[in-house]
């Protein structure tokens, strides 16, 4: 049996209230919060054996990473099937504006976001075969251990609905909040899920 500890990473500047913005590949770093966040979740980690730490290779991700790394006393390795949609030219616009951009898009992603294609960038189908691809090299070279997978909101939300066996449509009934933990169990090919967004050990960050 494989565990794999999926967390999405701290926040940023980009990530909550007026100041949330499309982040995609943009290589953003964690704000106060954010590291106040992965430090919690460093500490929540203490739950578990964990044998290898592996991350997105954009900043805010490498960072989350690596602070439950040392907690750990394990070096996070960047894994490249790890790191955010591509956005194209959506990449950094507020919501508002991509609403403006094309208002007939954005509905579909809010509506259909498994027909989706961001303009110059990437579908949820291209990020759902780059990520389960990168787990199932990563199930059995970790056989009986438990790994975490430090990501972002798309990609923690694309992988879930893959281990559930639900399709992409299905993409906005699964959430993954800043620094919140899933936890999927492995076997025999079978994921059984233990914990899904839980966010409990953030209740005193500020």
């Known amino acids: ?44 980690m203490a739950l578990w ?30 894994l490249e099937g790890l790191i955010d949609i591509d956005y194209g030219s959506w990449q950094g616009l507020s919501l508002k504006e991509a609403e403006a951009n094309d208002p007939e898009l954005y509905r579909l992603w809010l509506q259909r976001p498994h ?3 961001f303009p110059g960038g990437e579908g949820l189908e291209q990020v759902r075969e780059r990520v389960t691809s990168a787990v199932e090299i990563l199930v059995p070279r970790h056989p009986g251990q438990t790994v975490v997978l430090v990501s972002h909101k798309v990609v923690c939300k694309v992988l879930l609905c893959s281990l559930l066996g639900l ?37 005193d960050v500020g």
Not at 29 to 44: K, Y
Not at 179 to 185: M, N, Q
């Open 167 to 203: 399709d992409n449509s299905h993409f906005w009934q699964i959430q993954q909040g800043l620094c919140a933990i899933s936890l999927v169990e492995i076997e025999n090919d079978v994921p059984v899920m233990l914990l899904l967004n839980d966010t409990c050990h953030l209740r």
């Open 1 to 44: 049996m494989t565990r794999l500890i999926i967390i999405r990473h701290g926040q940023t500047a980009w990530n909550e209230g007026e100041g949330e913005r499309l982040r995609g590949r943009a290589d953003l770093e964690l704000d106060g919060i954010g590291l106040r966040q992965a430090r919690a979740a460093a500490t929540r």
């Open 49 to 78: 054996r964990v044998t290898a730490v592996y991350s997105s290779p954009l900043k805010r991700a490498v960072t989350t990473a690596e602070i439950l790394a040392e907690s750990l006393r394990l070096k996070a390795q960047a």
């Open 115 to 117: 027909l989706t294609t």
